[in-house]
């Protein structure tokens, strides 16, 4: 079974650079309904593992796992990890757990930050709790690179002052910390993962105003023009889902434990660059406050620790996404009014400008 004509990834399918061998064993994803968790699915399954999905489907969609449903070692559970009794019930002490459940849009974080508190920070202490109970193997957490903020270095190592922006941000640097925490007091084995910004198939298409490539593909089925951020010579660092998902699993079947690693592809593109390997005309919106320039990430940490390193170049990606994109079919199309009124929390919230560019006055 296929998501609506979006088959694995045929770079999921067809490289074999990220396998690891290990004995099989009980593997719990959380959030494995989503994008990536779904992408981590994929790997645990391809190598033999047995994984049970916890996912409340706020954002995720059982189409991200359908082409799984006749395979015997998938089992979805749908709940929400807040539920810690749930959570114990399906843990032991074999079990890897790949914690990915969280809400990960920005601008709604700024205006719901109680449920990206709850979502984010408690949820991850009751996985954390439910896994220190169960004495389970290893604990990878999916981070964020939102952590920095506007960083002073790039490429940016790990050791860069945290300096979360906006909830969203805040919330996952909790996470993490809490993540560590565990690991020291309790001696579980425990791994942060920071992921810069993930792209590939299946990414979220919720109304949320979110990730540039939805935006873009979206827009680029319905022939409208990219919405192209102030000049669009800032850049991201992305990485392919397929490589994320394999920093995930290296991770946990590794003997490293208490560390935090940066997941990108060493790499920056500009969104110039992105909406010329898409092609198409372009639009621009106002440039938002707090967000950086550049990012860009010392991937050293990782590659020295544990051998990983991203294996997709963004033209492959795009390739692929572009392969994929009646995905995006349903996914709202943006034009700049909308995105004013999307974005209007962030202006008023993290900048002395307007969604509209006008500058304030707040005397
Ligand atoms: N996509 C990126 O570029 C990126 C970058 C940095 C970090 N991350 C982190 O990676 C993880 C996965 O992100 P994604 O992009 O795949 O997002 P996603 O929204 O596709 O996946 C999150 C999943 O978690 C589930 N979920 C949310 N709250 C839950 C709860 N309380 N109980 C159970 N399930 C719940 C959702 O239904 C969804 O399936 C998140 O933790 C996110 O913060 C993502």
Request: contains cysteine; glycine residues 8%.
């Amino acid at each position: 079974m296929t998501d609506r004509g979006v088959s694995p990834s045929a770079l999921t399918a067809t490289h074999t650079a990220h396998n690891v061998s290990a004995a099989p064993s009980p593997c719990l994803v959380t959030g494995g309904a989503g994008f990536i968790g779904s992408h981590v699915v994929d790997l645990l399954l391809a190598n033999g593992h047995s994984v049970t999905v916890v996912d409340n489907l706020s954002t995720g969609r059982l189409e991200n796992l359908a082409h799984h449903a006749a395979n015997p070692r998938l089992r979805v559970e749908r709940f929400d990890i807040n539920d810690t009794d749930r959570l114990a019930a399906l843990m032991s002490e074999q079990t890897r757990v790949f914690h990915l459940a969280a809400l990960a849009d920005i601008v709604p974080s700024i205006e719901r930050p109680a449920d990206y508190f709850h979502a984010n920070v408690d949820g991850t202490f009751s996985v954390m709790e439910a896994a220190r109970r169960a004495g389970a193997a290893n604990v990878v957490y999916a981070a964020s690179s939102s952590c920095y903020g506007i960083a002073d270095t790039t490429p940016t190592p790990e050791t860069a002052p945290a300096r979360p922006m906006y909830p969203y941000a805040l919330t996952k640097y909790l996470g993490e910390q809490l993540v560590i925490h565990w690991g020291q007091v309790y001696k579980l084995p425990v791994t942060c993962l920071r992921l810069f910004n993930v792209y590939g198939p299946r990414s979220r298409t919720t109304g949320t105003y979110g990730a540039v490539f939805g935006v873009f593909l979206a827009q680029k089925l319905a022939g409208k023009p990219f919405t192209v951020v102030g000049d669009g010579t800032q850049s991201r660092d992305f990485v392919f889902v397929t490589d994320v998902a394999a920093a995930f699993v290296r991770a946990a079947f590794s003997s490293v434990s208490g560390e935090v690693f940066n997941v990108a592809a060493n790499a920056p593109v500009s969104v110039n660059r992105l909406t010329e390997l898409l092609g198409g005309p372009v639009t621009h919106v106002p440039k938002r406050p707090g967000e950086p320039d550049v990012t860009h990430a010392d991937v050293a940490k990782i590659h020295a620790q544990l051998g990983w390193q991203a294996t997709v170049s963004i033209e492959q990606g795009v390739a692929e996404l572009v392969a994929n994109i009646e995905h995006w079919r349903s996914a709202p199309v943006w034009t700049v009014d909308a995105i004013a009124d999307a974005t209007k929390a962030w202006f008023q919230f993290l900048g002395t400008e307007t969604a509209t560019g006008r500058v304030e006055d707040h005397t």
